[in-house]
């Protein structure tokens, strides 16, 4: 068995004919004699020869891949986003290549760099927690090079982007935490520099407006989107005078290491602190308790992302003006905040 893959070089030395007539054989075209083009196609039939894609791509200036750069493949979140990813851009005959930050800025920019190299026709990006410049974006847009920012965001970056009403969320969330007794609730947020988070912290001050409650700063805590720090932070927290009733945490993953963190002290939730996550990962409903969670349309986060940046491959960066698509969530409450 041939391990080397067949190409038109090696068909074109068995039948004694030029590569090029093979090549305009195996594309149709009228020039080429019914009796080669008949041997071609049967040669290659028989050596099971498969065309070079991205050769044949390239030559057509159009690879039909898109690349995508998220923090973190490990992360349910991105994960569901991504495969809603492939599903779109499958339909519309592409294929996606996938880079992860690892949350690091220089790693994003080598992302950037690495997929540009492979001829990706655009981008589909959820920044860094990290990132907080953005000329590597900034010079693909320059450049007329499409592209589509999700979840993550930064106003700085004009064009097209995916996000869900994150003020909105929070306030809905926290508004529960509310009806359901909490006076004092907490917010364990993401990095100081993070859009979405710094959204999330302004719904969460609108809840307690609304419900004639003072706020205080020693209830918002930064996390760096680490298990072991939301730990810490919630056991600062536990350790103030005048501790927490409630917590909204800025994902699911930081409102599980809070419940842990509770859980060792010693602390029930809900009775003592209710708490509520972002993202509602499917393991929230297996949880003791289970998890009350914002649930984010992650899958049509990613169809939008794609339909999106199709527009602008479509229009070859003509006319571009940037869009931007605000989703909806839906609070998914369950044992951790109902009391």
């Known amino acids: 068995m041939r391990k080397n893959q067949i190409t ?15 090549s305009r054989a195996l594309r149709g075209l009228p020039e080429i004699h019914p009796d080669t083009r008949k041997a071609v196609l049967e040669l290659a039939k028989d050596l099971d020869y498969q065309p070079n894609l991205l050769a044949t791509s390239l030559v057509k200036s159009s690879t039909r891949t898109i690349g995508v750069i998220v923090p973190n493949t490990g992360y349910y979140f991105f994960s569901s986003v991504i495969q809603g990813i492939e599903e779109a851009a499958a339909r519309e005959g592409y294929s996606i290549l996938l880079c992860q930050s690892n949350e690091s800025y220089q790693r994003e920019i080598v992302n950037v760099q690495d997929l540009s190299r492979g001829q990706v026709e655009g981008f589909i990006v959820s920044l860094s927690r ?23 965001y930064a106003d700085e970056i004009e064009t097209s982007k995916v996000i869900v009403n994150n003020r909105e969320a929070a306030r809905q969330a926290v508004k529960h935490l509310i009806e359901n007794g909490c006076q004092r609730v907490a917010y364990l947020a993401g990095p100081a520099n993070m859009k979405i988070s710094n959204e999330r912290l ?24 680490t298990q072991e720090n939301a730990i810490r932070n919630t056991n600062l927290l536990m350790a103030l005078r005048f501790s927490p009733d409630g917590i909204l945490a ?6 599980v290491a809070s419940m842990y963190a509770l859980r ?9 602190v209710a708490v509520i996550g972002f993202n509602d990962e499917p393991i929230n409903a297996l949880l003791t308790p289970s998890l009350s969670s914002v649930a984010q349309p992650t899958l049509q ?3 939008v992302a794609v339909d999106l940046l199709m527009e602008q491959i479509r229009n070859n ?20 905040s109902r009391r």
């Open 130 to 152: 990290e990132t907080f410049h953005y000329e590597h974006f900034n010079r693909l847009i320059r450049k007329n090079i499409p592209l589509v920012i999700f979840d993550r």
């Open 8 to 22: 038109i070089k090696d068909i074109a030395h068995q039948l004694n004919i030029s590569i090029s007539t093979v």
């Open 264 to 272: 060792q002290q010693g602390v029930n939730v809900p009775q003592d």
């Open 317 to 336: 960066g003509q006319h571009f003006v940037p869009v931007t698509k605000i989703l909806d969530t839906q609070l998914s409450i369950r044992e951790s």
């Open 202 to 225: 302004a719904g969460y001050q609108d809840a307690l407006q609304e419900a004639g409650l003072p706020t205080d700063e020693h209830l918002v805590i930064h996390c760096d989107y």
């Open 301 to 303: 986060m990613g169809h």
């Open 250 to 255: 800025v994902s699911d993953r930081i409102a």
